[in-house]
């Protein structure tokens, strides 16, 4: 493919993903997918268990939901033989350049979708365009199969150059949403010195890119199963133990705990479920709920409080109360050196027609959200390395996970553009210092 050829592709790749959007641990077509396309440059992509820890994996839906979805995705076409060397499970990485040379940069880019039903409003340009989500309940409405094409257009136009001196790494990573995928593939950053996330849109416009967002806030997203027993409501409520009272108290317990005076954090219950009849005390209730904070300390505070608010709640109805951890990233924030060589690369470059190719680069952003591409940074910079989240922006027609989420596709091909000098500028240094 030559490089007019990349920039027509890029927003069909992203159309076909959008279409096929599926949720985290079940990107099988999407996986599939990507590998066959970067089989088709040439490339070697490892794909489920070969480059993701199955048993790392958090957040899992059940094993019934696993199979349905690749069934699914081969109904849809999947490439069999890849399907049957991912087995369970989903996820790709793919090296580019020379095989006896050193990793110099790893790249994420995230493949899942949300739990959510895309606008069918003939204003919506996904709708208007034919390529709506065909999955109900499934929507691409983060902008991550935006992500997912750009990986695929950097692999691209990588193969279209000259030779790398040392090689990239593209992780194309399974649910990011809800935090839980990057600690399934920590091991495929292990000794990289450098890291880079993207991120399209959140809030900043097209013709803008940020290269060193800071403020990713630790997350932890947990699920709470209280347990009491069922009764007559009228007859015998005394011996029952109600599991709804225990789960409502807890809500309003955990939105009452006190903010820290010194940082930003947050704490949501975002589903609540219990119960079946009205004359029945409930013996079941679900919380889902997340906490945030703007350090590791403050958020294993957070958490160690949130837990005791769920057991103390579930003590005082005497209900069990089991507590599991279903999504978990730390807190992080780009190296500001990277940050501002990633910026200057961005500056050099041209439009054909000799205008900077960006209206606006900026390196420190705050970012005020969480996402697992925090799990690497962290990971690299400890062991010496430096990592940076960019945030390349892209004019919305509606906010993050909303049902008419859209993004202006003018961002992708700057954005590209952008990121292949980044993988040539740092595959040609001589020491990665
Ligand atoms: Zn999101
Ligand atoms: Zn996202």
């Given at each position: 493919m030559d490089a007019q050829q990349i920039r027509a592709a890029l927003p069909r790749w992203r159309h076909e993903l959008h279409a096929h959007a599926e949720e985290g641990w079940t990107e099988f077509w999407t996986t599939a997918r990507v590998a066959a396309i970067l089989q088709g440059l040439g490339l070697s992509p490892r794909?489920?268990?070969?480059?993701?820890?199955?048993?790392?994996?958090?957040?899992?839906?059940?094993?019934q939901r696993l199979a349905a979805a690749r069934r699914r995705a081969q109904g849809e076409g999947a490439d069999e033989a890849l399907l049957h060397r991912m087995g369970d499970c989903t996820g790709a990485v793919v090296d580019?350049?020379?095989?006896?040379?050193?990793?110099?940069?790893?790249?994420?880019f995230d493949l899942d979708a949300l739990p959510l039903t895309e606008s069918h409003s003939p204003e919506h340009a996904p709708a208007a365009g034919g390529y709506a989500s065909r999955h109900a309940g499934q929507c691409h409405a983060c902008g991550h199969d935006a992500h997912t094409a750009l990986g695929l257009g950097l692999a691209a136009l990588l193969r279209t150059g000259p030779e790398l001196r040392r090689r990239?790494?593209?992780?194309?990573?399974?649910?990011?949403?809800?935090?839980?995928?990057?600690?399934?593939?920590?091991?495929?950053?292990?000794?990289?010195?450098?890291?880079?996330?993207?991120?399209?849109?959140?809030?900043?416009?097209?013709?803008?890119?940020?290269?060193?967002?800071?403020?990713?806030?630790?997350?932890?997203?947990?699920?709470?199963?209280?347990?009491?027993?069922?009764?007559?409501?009228?007859?015998?409520?005394?011996?029952?133990?109600?599991?709804?009272?225990?789960?409502?108290?807890?809500?309003?317990?955990?939105?009452?705990?006190?903010?820290?005076?010194?940082?930003?954090s947050r704490i949501h219950v975002g589903e609540l479920r219990g119960g079946g009849a009205r004359n029945v005390v409930a013996d079941r209730a679900v919380l889902r709920g997340e906490t945030r904070a703007i350090t590791c300390e403050m958020a294993d505070d957070l958490f160690a409080r949130a837990r005791d608010v769920l057991e103390g709640a579930a003590a005082m109805y005497?209900?069990?109360?089991?507590?599991?951890?279903?999504?978990?990233?730390?807190?992080?924030?780009?190296?500001?050196?990277?940050?501002?060589?990633?910026?200057?690369?961005?500056?050099?470059?041209?439009t054909e027609h000799g205008k900077p190719l960006f209206a606006h680069v900026q390196e420190r952003v705050d970012m005020g959200a969480s996402d697992d591409a925090a799990v690497f940074m962290r990971a690299v910079q400890a062991d010496?390395?430096?990592?940076?989240?960019?945030?390349?922006?892209?004019?919305?027609?509606?906010?993050?996970?909303?049902?008419?989420?859209?993004?202006?596709?003018?961002?992708?091909?700057?954005?590209?553009?952008?990121?292949?000098?980044?993988c040539r500028a740092i595959a040609s240094d001589d020491t990665t210092a």
């Open positions: 794909v489920g268990a070969e480059a993701i820890d199955r048993t790392a994996r958090m957040g899992l839906p059940s094993a580019i350049g020379p095989q006896a040379a050193p990793v110099a940069l790893a790249l994420r990239v790494r593209l992780l194309f990573q399974p649910a990011e949403e809800g935090v839980r995928g990057a600690a399934a593939m920590l091991d495929q950053v292990r000794g990289i010195p450098r890291f880079l996330a993207v991120h399209i849109g959140l809030g900043l416009p097209t013709g803008t890119l940020a290269t060193g967002a800071v403020g990713l806030m630790a997350s932890t997203k947990f699920d709470a199963v209280f347990s009491g027993r069922a009764a007559h409501a009228a007859k015998a409520p005394q011996q029952g133990r109600d599991a709804l009272k225990g789960a409502a108290t807890a809500l309003l317990g955990l939105h009452d705990l006190p903010r820290y005076g010194d940082g930003e005497g209900l069990g109360c089991r507590i599991s951890v279903v999504g978990q990233a730390p807190a992080a924030a780009s190296d500001a050196d990277l940050a501002a060589r990633l910026a200057m690369l961005a500056r050099s470059l041209r010496g390395g430096r990592a940076a989240y960019a945030i390349l922006g892209s004019s919305l027609k509606a906010g993050h996970h909303a049902p008419n989420f859209d993004l202006d596709e003018a961002c992708l091909w700057p954005g590209l553009l952008w990121l292949e000098a980044v």
